[in-house]
């Protein structure tokens, strides 16, 4: 049979495992929430970048279409050019 002593060093031992495993997992679970804190604001900035660069592609793809615009503008300006001054006068063959 167990002496009293031996039952309470036993509830002792005991005790004192129970006391360091609650504060291990005190100290992970403290670790997992700054994880998850640090991932929110990883997360945050990256769709902030994100936005960014899309408005960024958008203002581009605005300014190739005037670029687009502007060429053909100017071939059909030279095109008119050249007929006002005759430049597409093929001479009669005789």
Not at 2 to 13: C, G, N, Q, V
Not at 64 to 93: C, D, E, N, Q
């Amino acid at each position: 049979m167990i002496s009293p002593d031996d039952s309470l060093a036993m509830l002792r031992k005991d005790h004192t495992s129970l006391a360091s495993s609650l504060s291990v997992l005190t100290i992970e679970v403290a670790a997992l929430k700054t994880e998850k804190a640090v991932d929110v604001v990883r997360d945050e900035n990256l769709n902030g970048r994100l936005n960014r660069i899309e408005e960024n592609l958008k203002d581009l793809r605005g300014i190739g279409r005037w670029a687009l615009i502007a060429f053909f503008g100017a071939i059909i300006t030279t095109g008119v050019g050249m007929m006002m001054k005759g430049g597409f006068h093929v001479p009669p063959s005789v």
